[in-house]
């Protein structure tokens, strides 16, 4: 079956459901009980064989949806007593990047994460997830000052990639994503990252350097967006299905070249649309993430860290 009758008859079996549902009394729908469990059961079994034929750039369509859970909305579910800090003490405050302090779990933890939008005018607030140099230069007062108190940090990384834009760039754009990959790699406390929505080229990794690296199913860790790449190429951003393809930046891709170390499963249908299960999923396994990376000493674990990113790649000599 071709993934457009699938998605038709998805959209009719919902359609159906809602119906029912509207139109029925608390008796009729106790006596349409039986018939409702069987469109409910077909309409799982659609989903899940549409979710199973996504190609590249639809996992990218996904990754993008706007109603995908932001790290605030992850820190809701997931951190108690949550303090936001603010400003890189430098020039400013940057609401592309959130973070703080709270407790997860009994545990003290710093987060830090990339901040969409939900309405235009945030979007246009936190720069649609595209951080400043001020937004990683504030990631990584955050990260020493974790380090100083012996805190681990749980990065959320959701950005198209770093904000392009001329004041930016002026004010040290590059250096500052520099600067952070620099000292995470060093960094004197555990760190987990992990990919909930667009990993977008240097914007990306200015929050990747980790001992641990997660992808959601639905997301992609990519040097460039698939349209970016198609234009580059092709001249031709129409063509970013092909960029997709060529570009390997599926989760499962990546955790086979080492550059991820697992991939957290969505929820049926996906993260946008079961926030309290992606969080409940993302809670078991930071909880098994931190028990593991607490039994390593600070000079074992940077060990690790380094030659972790010292294998990825190859070198062919010619």
């Not at 549902?21 to 006596?31: A, I, N, P, V």
């Not at 000292?183 to 929505?197: D, H, N, Q, V």
């Not at 607490?294 to 940077?302: A, G, R, V």
């Amino acid at each position: 079956m071709e993934k457009k009758e699938i998605e038709e008859q998805l959209k009719e079996l919902q359609s159906k459901l809602n119906e029912l549902h509207g139109r029925m009394s608390d008796d009729e729908e106790k006596r349409m009980s039986p018939l409702i469990k069987e469109l409910e059961e077909n309409a799982k079994k659609l989903k899940t064989e549409l979710y199973r034929k996504l190609t590249p750039i639809e996992r990218v369509q996904l990754a993008r949806h706007v109603k995908r859970p932001t790290t605030l909305e992850y820190i809701k579910y997931l951190i108690k007593d949550f303090v936001q800090f603010h400003g890189d003490r430098r020039f400013s405050d940057d609401h592309a990047i959130v973070g703080g302090i709270g407790v997860f779990e009994g545990i003290p933890v710093t987060v830090i994460g990339h901040q969409k939008g939900r309405s235009t005018k945030e979007n246009i607030k936190r720069h649609f997830g595209m951080a400043h140099p001020e937004g990683y230069r504030k990631a990584l007062r955050l990260m020493k000052q974790a380090e100083k108190f012996n805190r681990p940090i749980i990065n959320f990384i959701d950005t198209p990639g770093a904000y392009p834009g001329l004041g930016a760039e002026e004010r040290g754009q590059g250096e500052a994503i520099a600067f952070n990959l620099y000292e995470m790699a060093t960094l004197k406390t555990p760190i987990i990252s992990i990919i909930t929505g667009e990993g977008g080229s240097g914007g990306a990794l200015a929050l990747g350097i980790a001992d641990k690296v997660f992808m959601l199913t639905n997301t992609f860790y990519s040097v460039i967006s698939p349209e970016g790449c198609a234009s580059i190429l092709w001249k031709d951003a129409s063509r970013s299905g092909e960029a997709a393809e060529a570009l390997q930046i599926a989760p499962e891709n990546l955790l086979r070249f080492g550059v991820i170390d697992d991939i957290i499963d969505e929820p049926q249908g996906g993260a946008h649309e079961n926030h309290e299960g992606i969080a409940n999923q993302l809670k078991e396994k930071l909880l098994v993430t931190l028990e593991e990376l607490f039994q390593y000493s600070i000079e074992d674990l940077i060990e690790q860290r380094y030659n972790k990113y010292r294998k990825m790649g190859q070198i062919k000599e010619i």
